[in-house]
């Protein structure tokens, strides 16, 4: 089975930097995703980690430890629409590309 | 390029009457994924087809729900009969299943209300 691990709120100001973490445990392991999903909408991707190592993509950045399952998802000069929640998922070694295992999500809410 | 696109948007029915959530996939995708969302529960994974076979229905709540894909670009999921606890969002996802980077693409979802 899988289980991933993150905060549930985290509160900061704008132009602030925010960390979220994940852990994770699986019986294989293939890979970990960020998604963001505002309220009432749907889940976007924001980033993938097939390897140890930071993923840089603008504002945010995503970092992964294979060895401490373990990985983050960095959100830097917070803007007041990053305020969302936002989800690490995992894929299964044993499972399909798509199949995803998701966490249950950080609100991270911004303030001016 | 259209998204995937579900239909309905909004949906309030009675408990015990049928409900069918509809979705198309972007085009060229040969992956199709039928999540639902709760408060409580999160977002779970009912059901995943690859080029249009069922693949792994283990997180179908149970007998009521059911998921069919006839063909690449169309597929349903009915619920009958409906219960109240069944209320959620219904998201349809879809991808390339060999591709690499982890990316699912979701519709905007079907809200459904039982009453």
């Known amino acids: 089975g899988q289980s991933l691990e993150q905060p549930s709120e985290v509160t900061a100001v704008e132009g602030a930097i925010v960390q979220i973490n994940c852990t994770y445990q699986t019986s294989g392991f293939y890979g970990l995703s960020w998604y963001q999903q505002h309220d009432g909408g749907a889940p976007t991707f924001l980033s993938y980690?097939?390897?140890?190592g930071l993923e840089e993509t603008g504002r945010f950045s995503s970092f992964l430890s294979r060895s401490d399952s373990y990985g983050y998802l960095l959100l830097q000069e917070l803007q007041m629409k990053d305020s969302a929640s936002y989800f690490c998922?995992?894929?299964?070694?044993?499972?399909?590309?798509?199949?995803?295992?998701f966490g249950a999500g950080t609100q991270v809410v911004v303030t001016p | 390029d259209a998204g995937v696109i579900q239909s309905p948007r909004h949906e309030v029915t009675e408990m015990g009457q049928e409900v069918t959530l509809r979705c198309k996939p972007i085009?060229?995708?040969?992956?199709l994924f039928w999540y639902r969302q709760t408060m409580m529960r999160g977002l779970e994974l009912l059901i995943y087809f690859n080029n249009n076979v069922p693949i792994d229905d283990s997180g179908m709540p149970e007998d009521r729900f059911s998921a069919k894909m006839p063909n690449a670009s169309f597929s349903t999921l009915k619920i009958q009969p409906s219960e109240p606890r069944d209320s959620a969002v219904y998201f349809c996802a879809s991808n390339v299943e060999a591709a690499s980077g982890g990316e699912l693409f979701f519709g905007e979802g079907s809200r459904l209300t039982v009453l």
């Open positions: 998922a995992v894929r299964d070694r044993t499972d399909s590309w798509g199949k995803l295992q």
């Open positions: 085009s060229g995708h040969n992956s």
């Open positions: 980690n097939g390897l140890d």
